[in-house]
């Protein structure tokens, strides 16, 4: 029988939760790095029990952590206990947190500066990933979006990073601005079809494509309007939350923006709004069904200013039509009383036969739902709160 | 012998349970004691000093003898009694947050 894997980041450390694929008993792994903050931790494709999490802490920094086993036992990549680094002799160990900007003249022009909150020139600094993308054919390599926002790529199993500059690169970078969260980037799509395409997402300079494998890229805005900028055809500056695709149609992505839920036909080249009828279009988190790529979901959340759902209902939103037409899921969900978030990277869903959707809350708790949508219970209930869900449907 | 005492979070990477013990070779100061801890422990390396600048992260702090030394430059001569192994030189995390 099948089995899922939920991949749980929190900000006081990593959880596991497995069942089989009636999705009722579940078993809770954790907490892994204990104390520390877990923006992300996403499987590979390739290889189900290779993982990569992103542990990070305000006073410590970066860690990459890699585990070769489905989570049971963890490394930092290239780092085994009790190896010590091997310089001069040998490749340098300890660098698998090690995120450098790329500035050489040679691969395009150097750039030192964003636009800061107060519209000054700001220097790119690297702060924390926030997530992570595995290749979906080679285990070894690894896509990280980090904050300030930039893109790397690990070919080595995450031992260490390289920049693909071309994005900074593309034009717009300076104009770059960061959102409440931080300049962050946040989200990371391969598509199965094209290899060479990767669609990313940062807040909040906009969603960007490229068709190369990140030698260039390009804005994919177009369609989007933010009250808060005053070009309504402005190239970049919308504070995207989350984009989602189905892997059957590559080219459909739906997105959440800071207001508003849009989808696009055509890879980002256009979208349109398709809030339709939600109570508000404001929120984080969106993704697709993994059998009916018209089927979306999302968590509407109050306002800009309120961070919870509205009336205290906890209400997952699931339109059968691609957007705007929207039906409540509110059986097994608190109806009363409910005032968390949830973020952009807490929700996903598993690839079994109902399919299972998955979100986890600033409340600490995670709900599963093993009929697309239809009910749901709670794995768990006092996590700390989550910052990011995947899942794994392991044969 | 230098004996440092690392923060709780440093421990688990480093999988160490108490203090460590480091032969440095040369003068004993702030930056060839880091040095010899990131050779011996690559896994903390960016963890206590940034990977690029060197310079101490902000909300860290080392203390030996009941002195602050986080001000001190890292080329310093570190107290005599941290040489002997008298004192451990200690690496915390400041207090920050609520």
């Known amino acids: 029988m099948s089995k899922v894997r939920v991949l749980v980041g929190t900000r006081k450390g990593a959880f596991v939760l497995t069942s089989d694929g009636k999705r009722e008993k579940w078993d809770v792994s954790g907490p892994h790095f204990a104390g520390w903050e877990l923006y992300h931790l996403k499987g590979s494709p390739a290889d189900p029990n290779r993982l990569y999490a992103s542990q990070c802490s305000g006073w410590f920094g970066q860690i990459i952590q890699r585990s070769d086993d489905g989570g049971k036992t963890w490394t930092q990549p290239g780092t085994p206990p009790g190896e010590k680094n091997a310089m001069p002799a040998g490749p340098p160990k300890g660098e698998s947190n090690k995120f450098v900007y790329d500035t050489s003249s040679e691969t395009g022009k150097p750039l030192t500066t964003h636009q800061f909150y107060d519209g000054t020139q700001h220097p790119w600094e690297f702060k924390r990933v926030w997530h992570l993308e595995p290749s979906l054919t080679d285990p070894d390599t690894v896509y990280a979006g980090v904050e300030d926002a930039a893109l790397f790529r690990s070919k080595d199993g995450g031992k260490s990073w390289q920049e693909l500059s071309g994005l900074r690169g593309h034009g717009t970078g300076p104009k770059w601005q960061p959102g409440a969260g931080g300049m962050c980037l946040h989200t990371i799509i391969l598509d199965p079809k094209n290899p060479g395409r990767i669609y990313i997402a940062i807040s909040a300079a906009g969603a960007f494509r490229t068709d190369d494998d990140g030698k260039t890229w390009r804005p994919i805005n177009k369609g989007l309007h933010s009250q808060y900028i005053p070009d309504p055809t402005a190239e970049i500056g919308h504070c995207v939350h989350h984009v989602a695709m189905n892997p059957s149609r590559p080219g459909v992505l739906f997105m959440q923006k800071h207001w508003d839920v849009m989808r696009s036909d055509n890879a980002g080249d256009l979208w349109k709004e398709v809030s339709g009828n939600l109570p508000t279009d404001f929120g984080f988190a969106i993704d697709v069904h993994a059998h009916e790529p018209e089927t979306i979901y999302v968590v509407p959340i109050k306002s800009d200013g309120e961070h919870f759902p509205l009336d205290g209902k906890l209400r997952v939103y699931r339109s059968r039509t691609g957007g705007n037409e929207w039906e409540a899921l509110t059986k097994g969900l608190p109806q009363r009383d409910c005032y968390v978030n949830v973020l952009r990277d807490a929700m996903a869903v598993d690839s079994l036969d109902k399919c299972g959707v998955y979100f986890g809350t600033t409340g600490g708790q995670v709900y599963a739902s093993a009929d697309a949508g239809d009910s749901w219970a709670p794995i768990v209930r006092d996590l700390p709160a989550v910052l990011s869900v995947e899942v794994q449907t392991l044969p | ?98």
């Open chain 2, 1 to 98: 012998m230098i004996r440092v005492i690392l923060p709780p979070h440093l421990r688990g990477l480093a999988h160490v349970a108490s203090e460590v013990e480091l032969d440095i070779q040369g003068p004993a100061t702030q930056r060839s004691v880091l040095d010899a801890l990131e050779v011996r422990y690559p896994m903390l390396r960016g963890t206590i000093r940034d990977h690029i600048t060197q310079q101490r992260r902000p909300f860290l702090r080392f203390f030996a003898c009941g002195e602050d030394l986080s001000h001190e430059l890292p080329d310093a001569p570190l107290p005599s009694a941290i040489v002997s192994g008298a004192e451990p030189l200690l690496i915390l995390g400041a207090i920050a947050g609520g």
